[in-house]
């Protein structure tokens, strides 16, 4: 997937909309604790997206078949993380935590789907190059 049919899929559309819209609001509010809840958002869903790469869709678990539109499943599997610990956050602190904490998450799952759908595309290049040679 290349970068702009990357960033014009419309699951990624939402997902940028997200983040855009709660960085708008906690832009204004920003000091350095907003920073690192947004810092450790952004951490803990790159890693979750990670996990569900590696060890849900790469792997196969046996409750769903092998699809091929992993860029659906992964965010299927982080949407419900994503409001879940949101509101969490909200309801133990304050409403602008979990608005910097959820401008943080959705930035980690973007960096993350892109970083998986990079790495499936080198992957796919890689085959051929061996061909060739």
Known sequence: MKIREFLTNP???AVLGVWFSTSFIIIFYMNW???GVALLGTFCFFLYI???YRFVLYK???WF???EDDLFMSLWYAWPVYVLASLTIFLLSDELWALAFA???AAGI???EFRHVSLAEKGEKEPMKVQVQ
């Open 60 to 62: 196969g678990a046996p």
């Open 65 to 67: 078949e092998r699809r």
């Open 50 to 52: 990670s996990a569900v």
């Open 33 to 35: 604790t907003f920073a």
């Open 103 to 105: 401008a943080g998450g």
């Open 110 to 112: 973007l960096v993350g």
């Open 11 to 13: 699951y990624i559309i």
